[in-house]
């Protein structure tokens, strides 16, 4: 697959990267960073960058406002998105040729072409050792790719935290640090906290509670939300606080949007990847995301990340007697 990226870029005149809805650190880090090795690597094509802004999100990177008219005879790459309905901007489907890159489950097959790789820490990992194999082929990488890759794989693994941390990661992390970007400043980015998102989380932090399977649920509806003059989107920074606190095996935050509740699950062991998929979503076997459509919807999500969590406990003491 590496050669068969390679290979379509070279052929390609007409670049265009796409990316998940509600981008993170990984989603545009992959995306951007892509798109800034192969605008240094051939100046002479038009690359092009596309999809809604995340305004916490613009000290990354910016869109491109294009015309549909730039997708005829385009290659399309998209980056760290697992289904089609999550792909930011539909007119994917209008390019000559669709690359997938992504690394989780492969739950939709679309494009001409998918490197799919769920061991990977993140699709920004991906990105630089896909890399590693084009030098050869002339590719260049220059700082604002290493400073995008970066933050990334940084996001993706919680500050090299979470279990995809691997020894490749690291080993990767540690190259593209070589080049001169602020990570100072990157990190200030990608973690500074904004008071009003701090005093949500003094809230959750205070009103939580755990069942006796460790579950931990949080529901942040529009009220709430607005008390503390925090969006829906913004909301999505918190999903973390919960992960150091003893006796919680998993979480879930219900988010109250518009016409949608948003499900955010996370797990420190249980698989919870299956039970995002049976509300319409899916993702990482220990991060995912669902939708679901009224409050009486969440006492089954919980019972079903309950019965995950029990099952997992219930295998660990069998293993251990």
């Not at 993706?156 to 990767?172: A, E, H, M, Q």
């Not at 990482?284 to 006492?299: F, K, N, R």
Request: glycine residues 8%; charged residues 25%.
């Amino acid at each position: 697959m590496n050669n068969v990226i390679s290979k379509s870029i070279v052929d390609h005149d007409v670049i265009i990267l796409h990316r998940h809805v509600r981008p993170d650190p990984d989603a545009l880090g992959s995306q951007c960073g892509l798109a800034e090795i192969i605008r240094t690597s051939f100046p002479e094509k038009k690359v092009f960058t596309v999809g809604e802004d995340d305004p916490s999100l613009t000290y990354l990177a910016t869109m491109d406002d294009i015309g549909d008219a730039k997708y005829d005879g385009a290659l399309i790459i998209v980056c760290d998105t697992a289904n089609q309905e999550r792909i930011s901007d539909e007119r994917f489907k209008l390019g000559k040729t669709i690359i997938k890159i992504d690394h989780h489950p492969n739950v939709d097959q679309y494009g001409d072409y998918q490197w799919v790789n769920t061991d990977a820490s993140s699709t920004s990992e991906m990105i630089y050792e896909w890399f590693l194999g084009a030098k050869k082929d002339g590719f260049i990488l220059n700082t604002n790719a290493a400073r995008l890759l970066y933050a990334g794989i940084v996001g993706d693994t919680g500050r090299f935290l979470f279990p995809s941390t691997t020894d490749k990661t690291l080993r990767y992390a540690a190259d593209l640090v070589q080049y001169p970007f602020d990570r100072a400043l990157l990190h200030e980015g990608i973690y500074n906290t904004s008071p009003d998102i701090a005093r949500l989380k003094g809230y959750i932090l205070q009103n939580f509670s755990v069942s006796h399977v460790g579950v931990c649920s949080v529901k942040l509806t529009k009220g709430i939300l607005e008390k503390f003059k925090v969006s829906p989107t913004e909301s999505s920074q918190m999903i973390g606080i919960l992960g150091d606190i003893e006796g919680i095996l998993s979480w879930v935050f219900f988010v109250e949007e518009d016409d949608v509740i948003r499900v955010r699950l996370r797990s420190k062991g249980p698989v919870i990847n299956q039970v995002a998929t049976k509300y319409n979503g899916g993702g990482h076997p220990l991060a995912s995301g669902a939708v679901i459509y009224h409050w009486d919807e969440v006492e089954k999500v919980v019972e079903d990340l309950e019965k995950v969590c029990k099952e997992y406990t219930d295998s660990l003491y069998k293993e251990h007697t």
